[in-house]
């Protein structure tokens, strides 16, 4: 079975440009969660989808952030425009119906850096 | 102050040794507690879990909550050098999906 997994691996872009992560979860988990990690700081919560409803978007940072999982499978997470605090590696999670943390499988994440 | 605190070490020990990973925390309402194995370049890799205060045992791995102290332990017994790799607690409240997670710890198994 295929776990959840992130493109790209790796993106750099310059400040002010937009970029577009993406994200599929496990088949058939209704729950996914984005989290990032800028430098030098511990893992953080962003948004948490159940299907394609926004259940929990309080860690989003800014309106320069947003997510979105139409149909309720693969999401996708746009930084518009970047700025250089944005930095950090941004790893997607999902877990099934039962939305408890317990259960969550992460992806490899993706390193975004912003020059 | 952070909800929780992880030493980030590096920690460094030979292979067999016992290694203790520690971390606390201030928010009493956390419930479930979770350590979680990263490797370099990989995504964080559930290891254990444990509902409320207690014990847990799985092979090598033992996790121990202590809820009264806000104090939650793992213990790797006979480290391997295959066990290199950053530690990440985490918790949450019940029923809440937001994983507050410690800033982890890098563990060295040397042979």
């Known amino acids: 079975e295929a776990g959840v997994t992130q493109f790209p691996s790796h993106s750099v872009i310059e400040k002010g440009q937009t970029v577009t992560l993406r994200c599929d979860p496990i088949s058939g988990h209704d729950n996914l969660y984005w989290y990032r990690r800028v430098m030098g700081k511990e893992i953080k919560f962003l948004l948490h989808?159940?299907?394609?409803?926004?259940?929990?978007e309080s860690g989003m940072p800014n309106n320069r952030f947003l997510a979105e999982r139409t149909g309720g499978t693969y999401s996708t997470l746009k930084v518009q425009p970047a700025e250089l605090e944005d930095s950090g590696v941004y790893f997607c999670a999902s877990s099934p119906e039962t939305g408890l943390n317990t259960e969550a499988f992460f992806g490899q994440g993706t390193r975004l850096t912003v020059v | 102050q952070k909800e929780v605190e992880q030493d980030p070490g590096p920690l460094s020990v030979p292979e067999g040794a016992i290694v203790s990973l520690n971390c606390t925390y201030s928010n009493s309402a956390f419930q479930y507690f979770m350590w979680y194995r990263q490797y370099s370049r990989k995504g964080p890799e559930l290891l254990m879990y444990t509902y409320s205060s207690g014990n847990k045992e799985d092979g090598r791995f033992t996790a121990q909550v202590d809820k009264s102290s806000k104090y939650i332990s793992l213990f790797i017994r006979d480290s391997q050098p295959s066990d290199s790799a950053t530690y990440l607690c985490?918790?949450?409240?019940?029923?809440?999906?937001?994983?507050?997670f410690g800033a982890g710890t890098r563990l060295t198994v040397k042979p």
């Open positions: 985490a918790m949450t409240p019940y029923n809440n999906n937001d994983m507050r």
């Open positions: 989808f159940v299907k394609e409803s926004k259940q929990d």
